[in-house]
């Protein structure tokens, strides 16, 4: 439900009086109003971008110049997903006559960012040895592993 600039202000106005060390103030359409909401309010305001969405779609460098502390772009990795995934289902589609699909990352760079090498480091220490006993976890401080 969108409230308006005086019921965003006032709010933001009463979270400052609590003590709260920042803000954010949902969709700042344009620079004019952050500006303005980081003048009115004078305490820490957090900027947050939608690309297509109703705030501006700006840099961190010209946010930071407007006065904002920090912007999350949190619809970024979101979009970057759905692009991949549609580029990689239509170029599986597109070589099924042609051939085999283009390699979009190597087997060793894929297992490297899901983390399967760290998983298979661990596994190796529960292998069993010739004796029938799994390998001993080393102790350190009395913490198990790491």
């Known amino acids: 439900m969108i409230m308006g600039w005086d019921e965003a202000m006032t709010r933001a106005k009463e979270f ?48 930071a110049e407007l006065g904002m502390c920090a912007v999350a772009y949190p619809w970024r990795l979101v979009a970057a997903h759905l692009k991949a995934i549609r580029e990689a289902l239509e170029s599986l589609k597109e070589s099924m006559t042609v051939g085999a699909p283009p390699e979009i990352l190597s087997y060793d760079e894929v297992c490297y960012g899901v983390g399967f090498n760290k998983y298979w480091d661990l596994e190796a220490r529960y292998k069993y040895k010739e004796d029938n006993l799994v390998t001993p976890i080393e102790s350190t401080n009395g913490v198990n592993g790491h």
């Open 16 to 63: 400052k009086r609590i003590g709260v060390d920042a803000v954010f103030i949902e969709a700042l359409p344009d620079k004019a109003s952050m500006t303005k909401a980081v003048s009115e309010l004078d305490i820490p305001t957090f900027a947050n971008i939608i690309e297509g969405g109703l705030t501006e779609n700006l840099s961190a460098k010209d946010l």
